[in-house]
Nanobody, 120 residues
Framework: QVQLVESGGGLVQAGDSLRLSCAAS????????MGWFRQAPGKEREFVAAISGSASSIYYTDSVKGRFTISRDNAKNTIALQMNSLKPEDTAVYYC?????????????WGQGTQVTVSS
């Protein structure tokens, strides 16, 4: 069993920054590819970013490329999503996912989500 807990969400204004983190358990954390997804009100869950176990491969959806940065610290069993230049359309619940089954979109484990709200 792998447990994932997201944190760092909040209410910010357009143009501000937030840094989300995901704390993961599991003795094989370093071998897991991991990702961030989000679900906006009235929309389906969408892929945001993914990072391989050794951070050798990173992938972003076009809408966040250049603004968001995914990273990981395997020694601390965490991944992060640095979000800069936030826009109202970034408003969503953000989910951490672990153990990629099919790079970069399909995962075995999911966190509970953290809310990000960006006002105009």
């Amino acid at each position: 069993q792998v447990q994932l807990v997201e944190s760092g969400g909040g209410l910010v204004q357009a143009g501000d920054s937030l840094r989300l983190s995901c704390a993961a358990s599991g003795r094989t954390f370093g071998s897991y590819a991991m990702g961030w997804f989000r679900q906006a009100p009235g929309k389906e869950r969408e892929f945001v970013a993914a990072i391989s176990g050794s951070a050798s491969s990173i992938y972003y959806t076009d809408s966040v490329k250049g603004r968001f940065t995914i990273s990981r610290d395997n020694a601390k069993n965490t991944i992060a999503l640095q979000m800069n230049s936030l826009k109202p359309e970034d408003t969503a619940v953000y989910y951490c996912a672990a153990d990629c089954r099919n790079w970069p979109y399909e995962y075995t484990y999911w966190g509970q989500g953290t809310q990000v709200t960006v006002s105009s």
